[in-house]
């Protein structure tokens, strides 16, 4: 018995010291983890740091987080309180979206809502939601900031197309001891980060609203007629694809998403909140989702009219040269075919002068003959051509002898679809054409056009833009 209970103990310690053993050994394993880990990712800092000029996120480093970006198609759970408005009675067609926290110096967000509501019409005003959230912790500052624009914009409230909201601080992340890439001071480094969340939050609950939605930030004026000439831009993009589409060349300014993108892009800025500005994130985004190019548009439709910055209240004097505050009048440009017989330079193809995108067609010198053209997808009236060749920069790479015509009685397949007849409507100048009035002028449909070369030229060409308005739809 006293053997037994000898070996009993024996087995006990034995048991004690593997156990013990064992928790050593887990420890330690674990010290080796964080230490292989802390590596990595210091390494992965410097890996950062290096890339700053580009912005670039280190595709390996995240590879398993951006394989998981396509299944983040659902909200993220946040209780959001209603500081003004209820929710909307039915889907808009744009939801228009405005973070804004307490500055330093000048408070800028009554001006931008005043100027999105004062340059809408009233039939515009029935398609758009306004969301504005106040992401300051300071409760104190917010109460008032509601206040103001509760009696400033009383009747939008009412009407359903303004809303503000607030996200409590407890659903943010930690927002101290970041990680300083790009060598951002820590109070930077805190700001932008804290950006991401809020416009994360603000995407979440926008992601129903409306069909598409735009970001803006909170000091910002507005074109005259804005949503008009969005709605324009949507459909002459109809069947393309399209990740953002952009309205300004600023920051997080006139950025336009489908909605059913929201969810995902918020997940996205939540995933990497603390790793960069968040219109360096929104590049990853569109090139996650293959759209690689930028699809700007111009003139602007929004221009950054603040002067201090919501960082510290330093001085921001950014504004956008492409910018027009009046109502301009952005062309239609139907759907059509696009094609021509000229060497095309690299990836400067026909489509990039068809549209107000800030790109072009760009071709090797040009023979008497040569020709670029355009067939419709369905016969139209036209009012009003204007053609567009050269850069500032390349300002002799123009149709130097040139003429434009228009073409009816259509014949070939799909892909190779001709017209049989043209008719000129007159010569290039300086490199540019424009016409108006020519329903008037021609008497049929048209089925096609095309910038015919009637020289040869040693200079290359570039076609900056072609624009056409159409006067009506003809009955088929």
């Not at 048991?15 to 210091?42: P, T």
């Not at 951006?66 to 039915?90: E, M, Q, V, W």
């Not at 019409?121 to 624009?149: H, N, P, R, T």
């Not at 002898?401 to 300086?430: D, M, P, W």
Request: glycine fraction near 6%.
């Amino acid at each position: 018995r006293h053997n037994l209970k000898h070996l009993d103990k024996m087995r006990c310690l034995r048991k004690r010291s593997a156990v013990s053993f064992l928790g050593i050994l887990v420890v330690c394993l674990l010290f080796m983890n964080l230490y292989i880990e802390d590596g990595y990712v210091l390494e992965g800092d410097k890996q950062l740091i290096r890339e700053t000029a580009t912005h670039q996120l280190n595709p390996e480093r995240y590879v398993h987080s951006f394989k998981d970006l396509s299944n983040f198609s659902g909200s993220i759970n946040i209780s959001y309180r209603y500081l003004a408005g209820t929710p909307l009675p039915r889907k808009r067609y744009l939801t228009i979206g405005l973070s804004s926290v307490k500055r330093k110096k000048g408070n800028y967000l009554l001006e931008t809502i005043k100027s999105i509501f004062e340059q809408s019409s009233y039939e515009e005003l029935k398609e758009i939601a306004v969301v504005v959230q106040l992401a300051d912790f300071d409760s104190a500052w917010c109460e008032g900031m509601v206040q103001d624009i509760s009696q400033k914009f009383a009747h939008h409230i009412i009407a359903g197309r303004l809303i503000v909201i607030h996200v409590p601080e407890d659903y943010y992340p930690v927002l101290d001891g970041l990680k300083r890439n790009y060598n951002d001071p820590e109070d930077r480094v805190k700001f932008r980060s804290k950006q991401n969340v809020d416009y994360a939050f603000l995407l979440n609950f926008c992601a129903n609203l409306s069909d598409y939605y735009v970001m803006l930030e909170d000091d910002v004026r507005c074109s005259k007629n804005f949503l008009t000439a969005v709605k324009k831009v949507i459909t002459s993009r109809e069947g393309s694809y399209w990740v953002t589409l952009e309205f300004s060349k600023l920051g997080y300014i006139g950025k336009l998403y489908h909605s059913h993108d929201l969810p995902r892009l918020a997940h996205f800025l939540l995933m990497f909140y603390q790793e960069m500005p968040c219109d360096w994130l929104l590049i990853h985004f569109r090139g996650l989702l293959a759209q690689k190019e930028v699809i700007r548009f111009k003139p602007s439709l929004f221009q950054h009219m603040g002067y201090y910055s919501s960082y510290k209240g330093a001085e921001n004097k950014l504004k956008d040269d492409d910018f027009e505050e009046e109502s301009f009048d952005i062309p239609d440009n139907p759907p059509a075919n696009l094609h021509t017989n000229m060497n095309v330079f690299e990836n400067y193809e026909a489509s990039k002068a068809y549209s107000s995108i800030d790109e072009y067609f760009w071709g090797k010198a040009p023979s008497t003959g040569d020709f670029y053209g355009i067939v419709f997808e369905k016969p139209i009236k036209i009012s009003k051509i204007k053609v567009v060749t050269g850069t500032e920069d390349r300002q002799n790479d123009i149709l130097h002898h040139g003429a434009l015509e228009v073409g009816e009685k259509i014949v070939g397949s799909k892909k190779g679809r001709q017209c049989t007849t043209y008719l000129r409507l007159g010569e290039f100048k300086n490199g540019n054409f424009e016409i108006t009035d020519v329903e008037h002028k021609v008497l049929f449909d048209i089925n096609c056009m095309r910038i015919l070369v009637t020289k040869s030229q040693k200079e290359w060409l570039i076609i900056r833009s072609i624009s056409v308005w159409t006067s009506q739809t003809p009955n088929q």
